[in-house]
């Protein structure tokens, strides 16, 4: 079974400033897919970047982009120029090609942009 | 707008009765999942629908249901239901079952209060 760890549960970040957060899978699959979902005071769930595991080049999208380091299972998000709409609850998510299609999260990082 | 709709936003019942969620997927979807949001287990995968058929489950008590209906919308009753089903339910839907890397678009939740 996959797991997803995010071993940060809370961070902040002054306006403008750049934050990473931090994810790690365990898997036994070569192929998948990684995501990265965020989750503002709405409750509404909303995909802020995607990342296949065959391609060696990272993600990017906008203010918004990841380190794939497929050996090290290591799945990290960079948000550049943060923003106060940025402050959300983020969600690192597994999934893969062989078992199915659902998600399998982490237990997510608490991100507060402070003006 | 994610175009996947739930229905009720908010139900509060009490222990021991029986309730029923809804969900409609995107147009053009054909997958349906449903995933469980709460404090202590946080987000997680129950059970997935593709074109009718039951394709995945994970984590869903014996007392929670789900099917998918011809015109493609879900539904996921839950029976019995005790203080800890108390949790943010989400649907979300896909193009394909297994193996794309298309993303998952989520609804906007029913949040389920038992009391």
């Known amino acids: 079974a996959q797991t997803v760890t995010q071993s940060q549960p809370e961070m902040s970040v002054q306006e403008a400033e750049t934050v990473t957060l931090s994810c790690t899978y365990d898997?036994?699959?070569?192929?998948?897919?990684l995501f990265w979902y965020k989750q503002p005071p709405s409750r509404q769930m909303i995909l802020v970047i995607r990342q296949e595991a065959y391609k060696q080049q990272n993600a990017t999208e906008n203010r918004f982009s990841v380190n794939f380091q497929k050996a090290a299972k290591s799945f990290s998000l960079k948000i550049s120029d943060s923003q106060l709409g940025d402050t959300a609850m983020y969600f690192c998510a597994f999934k893969g090609r062989n078992a199915g299609n659902m998600l399998t999260f982490g237990g997510g990082t608490r991100l507060m942009v402070k003006p | 707008d994610s175009g996947v709709t739930q229905t009720p936003k908010h139900l509060i019942t009490a222990t021991g009765q029986r309730v029923t969620l809804r969900c409609s997927p995107r147009?053009?979807?054909?997958?349906v999942y449903w995933y469980q949001q709460s404090l202590d287990q946080g987000l997680q995968f129950l059970i997935q629908?593709?074109?009718?058929?039951?394709?995945a489950k994970g984590n869903i008590l014996e007392r929670f249901s789900a099917q998918q209906f011809p015109d493609l919308h879900s539904e996921l009753n839950l029976s019995s239901l005790e203080l800890g089903d108390s949790a943010l339910y989400f649907c979300a839907s896909s193009v394909a079952a297994q193996g794309s890397p298309y993303e998952q678009y989520f609804g906007p939740g029913t949040r389920l209060t038992v009391t």
């Open positions: 147009s053009g979807d054909l997958s």
């Open positions: 898997t036994s699959e070569s192929n998948y897919y």
């Open positions: 629908y593709y074109n009718g058929e039951e394709r």
